[in-house]
């Protein structure tokens, strides 16, 4: 049985394997955005657009709307990054639009104007098509990982 099979096998004995509940934000918390927004299109949202097109969800389909900052972390790392990021925010709740227009000017203006900082696995256009997909925190990592999907070739 190969890992796809055993993943699938695992999903069909229990609907909530590998689902994070979010009960215990200091444990862990995940969520994920909806709608393949990309980081060029969030750093070129107005103020309107952004409020009205980005939400954010659980695995159980429930709104996410603050990000429980003070109960997890406040260091970030992407996924094709190899070195964490310190968010500038000192609030324990942050809003989830704020939380996401933070993480797309952190990536334009820092991590891509000095990829040699960063470990940069990817190229500025490469990181611009990039759809933002989910957010995860684990207290054993002790940072929350933002991940990626891939670039639509549709």
């Known amino acids: 049985m190969n890992l796809r099979d055993l993943i699938k096998?695992?999903?069909?004995?229990?609907?909530?394997?590998?689902?994070?509940?979010?009960a215990e934000p200091s444990k862990e918390f995940a969520f994920t955005i909806p709608g393949d927004l990309t980081v060029g299109q969030v750093a070129s949202f107005s103020e309107a657009e952004g409020n009205q097109r980005i939400t954010a969800v659980d695995d159980y389909g429930n709104p996410v709307l603050q990000i429980p900052l003070g109960e997890t972390s406040?260091?970030?790392?992407?996924?094709?990054?190899?070195?964490?990021?310190?968010?500038?925010?000192?609030?324990?709740?942050?809003?989830i639009i704020?939380?996401?227009?933070v993480i797309t000017l952190l990536l334009?203006?820092?991590?891509?104007a000095h990829p040699e900082r960063f470990d940069l696995h990817a190229t500025r256009?490469?990181?611009?098509?990039?759809?933002?997909y989910r957010f995860y925190y684990d207290s054993t990592e002790g940072w929350w990982e933002?991940?990626?999907d891939k670039p639509s070739t549709a």
Do not use: M, Y
Not at 74 to 95: A, I
Not at 98 to 101: K, V
Not at 125 to 132: G, V, Y
């Open 9 to 22: 096998s695992l999903h069909e004995a229990d609907p909530d394997f590998g689902k994070v509940s979010n």
């Open 108 to 112: 334009v203006q820092k991590v891509c």
């Open 74 to 95: 406040r260091t970030l790392r992407f996924d094709f990054c190899g070195r964490t990021l310190d968010l500038p925010f000192k609030e324990d709740n942050v809003p």
């Open 98 to 101: 704020l939380f996401i227009d």
């Open 125 to 132: 256009e490469q990181i611009l098509a990039l759809p933002f």
């Open 146 to 148: 933002a991940i990626f």
